[in-house]
């Protein structure tokens, strides 16, 4: 198993075929309207079996792990910590060949008092040892003014 999914998004939907859909993928830069502030994102964590030496085999690993998640803020102190186990369930497969496909999707709550560079740092650690991770620097910034239609270029304009 390999985790071959590793995104932010704002929000996340399933449908009953097990498609993902995503909205605000990779948001990461975050205008917030006072301080202190409080967000929410979504981690979503991909796993599969598939691989060019192994296509569609289910593989005999155990699929279980943890995923540990720590958002730092602009001065080094941790806002958030999470350290969760999980099972990747087997499922059995219609047809041998099809590789499997098993999500994660998670909170993460970014808070505090300053605007700057957050850092989420999120790893999975498989029960055989291996990890997996990614960092994502989260930018909180004051609101971001709206530019108005006689301040944005129009297609002649630039065309000319």
């Not at 219609?94 to 300053?114: E, K, R």
């Not at 055989?128 to 620097?137: L, T």
């Not at 910034?141 to 304009?157: C, G, K, L, M, Q």
């Amino acid at each position: 198993m390999k985790c071959d999914i590793f995104v932010l998004a704002e929000g996340v939907a399933s449908d009953a075929r097990g498609a993902l859909t995503l909205v605000g993928l990779n948001q990461r830069a975050i205008s917030v309207n006072s301080l202190p502030f409080r967000v929410t994102q979504k981690v979503v964590l991909g796993f599969t079996d598939e691989s060019t030496d192994s296509l569609g085999r289910l593989s005999d690993e155990d699929l279980g792990g943890e995923l540990s998640i720590r958002v730092v803020d602009p001065a080094g102190n941790s806002q958030f910590t999470i350290n969760q186990s999980f099972k990747i369930p087997k499922v059995p497969k219609p047809t041998p060949n099809l590789p499997q496909f098993s999500y994660i999707v998670a909170d993460i709550v970014v808070s505090g008092a300053m605007h700057g560079a957050y850092t989420a740092d999120i790893s999975y650690q498989f029960t055989c040892g291996e990890v997996e991770g990614k960092k994502f620097a989260l930018y909180i910034v004051p609101p971001i003014s709206p530019v108005s239609s006689s301040e944005t270029p129009r297609a002649e304009h630039i065309m000319s």
